[in-house]
Each structure stands twice: as structure tokens, then as C-alpha cells.
């Protein structure tokens, strides 16, 4: 009975919040599976710890907290870091996984001496500039969840649009190129659509932990189908559940960030995933090992009789 | 030859080059229309390089590209490609049918979606290659062999003129290998222009009929009765090659 009275207290900001992260978890999740199918996991994490600065810099710029002025101060620094990691690779003789590291630590540095710094001022608004870093959904107001809503539903539709495009990219670039798709413009193009779904979580989710938004979901849906549509479908399940379930848990409970909170929400989902499901899980495939191991044995033995 | 006789292919002074190491240099090669060619050469040699400069997938760092006397971009409607096997991830989440019907994006154009026409195509290019069967299987429950039919039937709905393909024969079965030969000879006898990169020496007299010997430079290339010779052989692969005959 305690719990019910908790769910009834499902209030009217409980509901905006559970809402806003069901909302960047369906485009996350979505999204994600590119990100995942292209091995570029770690990218997101690049341009979510990129992103941070940018969030400093346009409130330091416009004195403004309005959501869609930070998340688009965020987006062009996310942009800046990937095209950054982008050019040390084709420039210099450094390997993409050094690109990452060195772009990913330097932007996240200097964001936090300049989130330091705007904290030093004193200035009253400055408040809730930090939830940025681990997230805080319980500062999701209505505004932020048509922005996330907003922007977020552009970038599915942009994804479904170019549908076919992109999966063609993801399973076989160099043929895409040679029938004459400009395969640079579409790479920008879905790295574009992984920046949206990563600002749009900085708010909820946080700079540290939003790349596993993009990551758990799509990895535990990749074990339940063969299909690209399906696993799509799935991840954004998969990231809407996580994010609810994960708001409500730290909304409730007092002074827990969210990112945490959904990222071990999503964690468990892999988990089982990686675990029970059919044909790729572990213990399915235990199981088979095991039957396979019989049928041998006793073929062998009538064999041997 | 002649020169009015059109060229299916006609590259003139290439020069590919990573960083400083040129990977290919100063390549002339003229492939007439109809004709097998196959190139080969030692690991290195710049045998790939060579089909994905032809495809533009690489930037030259000088020489020139024709297919029947125009630019690849106008032509690309004409070009099928079979890239390595090796290139993509088989585990992505499709089904054959799938990846063959990807042969028709490019004259599907952007945003239109593959439909009925383009699941015919595809089944009957599915059928040329004995894989009728699998057309729903997941592309990761293939064998080696069967991952190569299936990207041979996506280049046979591109309904191309020119195929330019690369290493179809490696580590492929029997019954595939047996699958390919018989569609080379079927494009020769439509009149149609395959380039192969190929890297078994034993198979070259009987499978094709030009052949292109390649280690940066080209060594030497034209009829194979003419080319494959023990000393073009031997200054391609540098008397790392022991000789049979």
C-alpha cells in the first residue's frame, strides 16, 4: 500500500519529467543504433563531454537559462569537438581513439574551469548550471520537455526520411559512395541527428553519462532481432523505459542525480538482454551447447556399439 | 588498336598516394568492352587501390578516369561494384534479401523506398547465384561463399555494363567459385566488361582473358596468351614466385 500512495502522488512535475525522459529516451535509444552498428560508441561520449562547454559559454554570452539557447550552445561545441576529432585524424598521424580521448578530456576540462568560473560570479541565475554534469531531471520544466520534444521529433524524422541512406551507409560506405550517394554529407548528417539526441539529454542525463542513453539501448535491443527496423523500435523502447523508470526512481528519492539513476535502469535491461534473450543470449545459448554436446554424444555411442 | 575503337575503360597517367608513399604510379591501363580482365600482383600491390580509383572512392593524386569516354560520375548508372567481403559487418542486423535489393538504390534514387519491382530483381538475381533459398536468412548465418553470392547478386541488379570486383574468389567453396565463373562467362557473352582483382596465379588462363600485371606500376597488361608470361611473373613479384610449366 505505501508504494500505491507513492504512484498516486504521481504529480503534475513527476509527470513532465517521467515525460521528458521517456521523450530523449525513444530519440537516444533510436538514434543510438547507428551509432552502435558504426562501432562509434565512444563518439557520443566525445560530443556529450564536448557539449559542456558550450553550455557555459552561451549562458555566459546571453546571461539566459532558456533551454533551447544552452542546447544550442551545447550542440556547437559537440560539433566542434567531433569536426576537431575528425580533422586530427585525417591531419596527423594520431589514431582515432587518441583523437577521442584528447578532444573529449580538453572540452570537458575547460568546461568545468568555466562552470567554476561562472559559479565565482555569484550571479543569482547561475543556479542549475551544474545539473548539466550529472543530470538533474528534476529541473525539467514544460519548456524543456517541447524542446526535447520539439527538436528530438525533427531528428526521427529526418532518420526515417533518409532511411534507407543511412543504412546503407552504416553496412557498406564504400558501396553507398560508388552508386553515387555523397557519403560525407550523409556521415555529417547522422552525426548531426547523435548530437541533437546528446544535448537534448544533458539536462536530464548529464555530460559524464549520456553516451550509455545512446549505447545500452541500442546494444540490448541488437539482441532480440535480426532486423534493423525492429532494433530501432526496441532501443527507443528500451531508452524510454529506462529514462522514466530511472526519473521517477531519483525524483522520489531525495538528492539522487538522474543520470546515475536511468543509466543503471538501462544497465539492467542489458543485462537481461545480454542474459535470457533468444539466440544470442547466454543462457540460451548454453543451453544449446549443451543439447548439441548430447546429440553428439549419443550418435557417437550408437556409433561405437 | 585502333583509336576510334571505344575503351570500357581508360585510365591515363594515375597516381594514387597515402600521406607520401604513392601506392600506385603513373598507371595507363585500356580495357576494351567484352573482355575479363583480371589484375593481380603481390600483397601491396595497389590492386585495390586501382578498382577504388576507378570507382573515384579514392582521390588520385593526378591521371585521369574514363569509362566509354566519360567521367565516372556520368556513368556510374553503367558500374557495378563488388567490393572485398571483408569489408562490411556481417553481423548487421538484415537479411539477404535485403542487401541484394541495396543494388537498386542507386536508381531508386534518394528516399524512395525498394518495392516490388526491386524484391523481383533481386529474386531473380538471387536464383543466378543458387541462393534462392536464404533470401530471408540473417546475413550472419552465412558462409564465407554464400556472403559472396550474395554480394554478386547485388551487383547483378545494378544491371550493369562495367563490373569492377574485388577478390570474389578468395576463400570461397567450391560450389561458389563454380557460381562465379559461370557469370563471368555469362557477362562475356553479353558483351559485358568485368575487372577482377585476383590473387589465385593457377586460375588466370582459364577464367579470363586479359589480364593486367600490377606492383605500383603497371608491369604489363593485354591479352593473357600474350601477358602472363614467366617475365612479366617474375618482375611483377619480384623471383618471390615459384613457376609451374
Not at chain 1, 185 to 191: Q, Y
Not at chain 2, 13 to 33: E, F, G, H, N, S
Request: proline share 4%.
Amino acid at each position: 500500500m505505501e508504494n500505491l500512495s507513492v504512484l498516486t502522488h504521481l504529480d503534475y512535475t513527476l509527470m513532465i519529467v517521467a515525460i521528458g525522459a521517456a521523450l530523449l529516451g525513444t530519440v537516444s535509444g533510436a538514434l543510438g543504433t547507428y551509432a552502435v552498428l558504426r562501432r562509434q560508441s565512444l563518439l557520443g561520449d566525445a560530443i556529450s563531454h564536448a557539449a559542456l562547454p558550450g553550455i557555459a559559454i552561451a549562458f555566459l554570452l546571453t546571461g539566459s537559462k532558456t533551454p533551447l539557447i544552452l542546447v544550442l550552445g551545447a550542440a556547437i561545441a559537440g560539433w566542434l569537438g567531433t569536426l576537431l576529432i575528425l580533422s586530427i585524424v585525417r591531419l596527423t598521424r594520431i589514431k582515432y581513439d587518441s583523437a577521442l580521448a584528447i578532444v573529449l578530456s580538453t572540452f570537458f576540462g575547460f568546461g568545468l574551469v568555466l562552470h567554476t568560473l561562472i559559479q565565482r560570479t555569484g550571479n543569482a541565475n547561475q543556479a542549475g548550471l551544474d545539473t548539466f554534469l550529472f543530470g538533474q531531471a528534476a529541473t525539467i520544466l514544460e519548456r524543456d520537455v517541447l524542446t526535447i520534444g520539439l527538436l528530438g521529433g525533427v531528428a526521427l524524422i529526418i532518420m526515417l526520411v533518409f532511411w534507407k541512406e543511412l543504412k546503407l551507409l552504416v553496412f557498406d560506405e564504400g558501396f553507398a559512395a560508388s552508386i553515387g550517394f555523397p557519403t560525407r554529407a550523409l556521415d555529417i548528417l547522422l552525426t548531426s541527428l547523435l548530437v541533437i539526441a546528446i544535448v537534448l539529454g544533458l539536462q536530464a542525463v548529464g555530460a559524464v553519462l549520456m553516451s550509455a542513453m545512446l549505447v545500452a539501448p541500442a546494444v540490448a535491443a541488437r539482441q532480440w532481432t535480426n532486423r534493423l527496423r525492429l532494433m530501432v523500435f526496441l532501443a527507443a523502447c528500451f531508452g524510454a523505459f529506462a529514462g522514466v523508470i530511472g526519473t521517477i526512481i531519483s525524483s522520489t528519492a531525495s538528492r539522487i542525480p538522474t543520470g546515475p539513476t536511468i543509466v543503471l535502469c538501462a544497465t539492467v535491461v542489458v543485462g537481461i538482454s545480454i542474459a535470457f534473450a533468444p539466440n544470442r543470449g547466454l543462457v540460451w545459448e548454453r543451453i544449446r551447447h549443451q543439447r548439441n554436446r548430447r546429440s553428439l554424444k549419443t550418435a557417437t555411442d550408437r556409433l561405437l556399439k | 588498336m585502333q583509336p576510334s575503337e571505344p575503351k570500357a575503360i581508360e585510365v591515363t597517367d594515375l597516381t594514387v598516394a597515402y600521406q607520401d608513399k604513392p601506392v600506385l604510379w603513373d598507371i595507363d591501363l585500356d580495357v576494351p568492352p567484352g573482355v575479363l580482365l583480371s589484375i593481380v600482383g603481390p600483397n601491396g600491390a595497389g590492386k585495390t587501390t586501382l578498382i577504388k580509383a576507378i570507382l573515384g572512392l579514392v582521390r588520385p593524386a593526378a591521371g585521369n578516369v574514363l569509362i566509354y569516354d566519360k567521367p565516372y560520375d556520368a556513368q556510374r548508372r553503367i558500374v557495378g561494384y563488388v567490393p572485398q567481403r571483408g569489408s562490411v559487418d556481417w553481423d548487421f542486423p538484415t537479411n539477404v534479401l535485403d542487401v541484394v535489393m541495396m543494388g537498386r538504390y542507386g536508381a531508386l534514387g534518394w528516399v524512395r523506398r525498394p518495392g516490388k519491382k526491386e524484391h523481383e530483381l533481386a529474386m531473380q538475381a538471387l536464383e543466378k547465384v543458387g541462393m534462392e533459398a536464404y533470401t530471408t536468412r540473417q546475413i550472419s548465418q552465412l558462409s564465407g561463399g554464400q556472403q559472396q553470392r550474395v554480394f554478386l547478386a547485388r551487383a547483378l541488379v545494378q544491371d550493369a555494363t562495367v563490373y569492377l570486383m574485388d577478390e570474389p574468389f578468395q576463400g570461397v567453396d567450391a560450389t561458389t567459385e563454380r557460381a562465379i565463373v559461370t557469370l563471368l562467362q555469362e557477362f562475356r557473352a553479353n558483351g559485358k566488361t568485368v575487372v577482377v582483382v585476383h590473387h589465385d596465379l593457377q586460375t588466370v588462363t582459364d577464367y579470363f582473358d586479359w589480364v593486367m600485371l600490377l606492383n605500383i606500376r603497371r608491369i604489363a597488361s593485354g591479352p593473357v596468351d600474350e601477358t602472363f608470361t614467366p617475365d612479366n611473373l617474375r618482375e611483377t613479384y619480384g623471383g618471390r614466385i615459384a613457376f609451374m610449366k
